[in-house]
């Protein structure tokens, strides 16, 4: 996730998990694998496998889907468990396309009901709402490495421009 030099922001990272959610809402089970994240304060970045240019309104409708999810203020759990256990369970949909080492045998599985659900060691907040507001800065669809980039802000408040 994030690098040890970068300011770490527990709202930030939670909305990687909401804004994820909505690019599978959107997109579709294609965009499920997250390639890389990023978070610095209140800026975080998204990059997701994905194989084809959105459109502009496939990329206004996840702002809006991740916002009515943060809007709604629903619950986000982690749970953790054995990983032979998280994969029985969950199966692979807990992963991203970075491999978590084979020597780590208890997993943190990150849980926003019918929205999320991801192995993930950071803290995050105990639901949605205290999120604020997620505004999607710039994204770019990289052809070659079939990569969806989201760079985003989490602001305070209604106001789209922070």
């Known amino acids: 996730m994030a690098s040890d030099s970068a300011k770490f922001d527990v709202r930030t990272h939670t909305a990687l998990h909401v804004l994820k959610g909505a690019v599978v809402k959107v997109l579709g089970k294609d965009a ?3 390639a890389s994240t990023y978070v610095d304060g209140s800026h975080g970045r998204l990059t997701v496998k994905f ?10 409708r996840i ?17 953790e468990l054995n990983r032979d256990e998280a994969e029985r369970r969950y199966g692979n949909i807990i992963y991203d396309l970075y491999p978590i080492p084979s020597s780590v045998k208890r997993l943190k599985i990150v849980i926003i009901d019918n929205w999320n659900i991801n192995a993930c060691n950071k ?4 639901s949605t709402g205290g999120i604020g507001r997620l505004v999607i800065r710039k994204w770019r669809f990289r052809k070659s490495k079939e990569l969806l980039e989201i760079s985003f802000d989490v602001v305070r408040g209604i106001d789209k421009h922070g």
């Not at 240019?53 to 206004?60: D, G, L």
């Open 123 to 126: 803290p995050h907040l105990t």
């Open 51 to 60: 194989i084809r240019k959105p459109s502009p309104e496939e990329m206004e």
């Open 63 to 79: 702002e809006e889907e991740a916002n009515r999810k943060i809007a709604e203020d629903v619950q986000v759990r982690v749970v």
């Open 32 to 34: 499920l694998w997250t």
